[in-house]
């Protein structure tokens, strides 16, 4: 699962639940085929799972409520409207430079991860622009 997968599934926590229990009903399904056919089904719940991630859309979700909710509970006060690495954190999601830099990789980032500050102001943007795309209410963000 990608970092921005991982980020949804966070947010959407629905949506992840939805596409977990369809994959556990076709491997229940399959539970007692033999070995190679077993790769090949688990290969095709993989194809389901990404077609069904793909495809799940949470509609109307107030992203900033459950963010702001996740903050409160937070022991560091964290910026997570302005900063990807507070944004990160808040997710329980590895903020470290790396995993920072994987992201922009997988987000299509075309300046330089060597700077770190361009592509972190860049991360946040493009990062609620896809919460946004999913079906979450972020538009008061930005306003």
Known sequence: MGILNNIFSKVFPNAQATVENAVDAVKDKVGNITASVKDTVSDSSKQIQDKVEQGTSATNVD???????????????????????DLLKLLGIDSSLDARKKLAQELNYTGSTDDT???????????????????????????
């Open 63 to 85: 992203v900033t409520s459950i963010l702001d909710n996740l903050a409160k509970k937070h022991p560091e006060a964290l910026n997570w409207k302005t900063s990807i690495v």
């Open 117 to 143: 500050a361009a592509m972190n102001t860049w991360l946040i943007k493009e990062v609620m622009k896809k919460i946004a795309e999913k079906g979450g209410n972020i538009t008061h963000l930005f306003s």
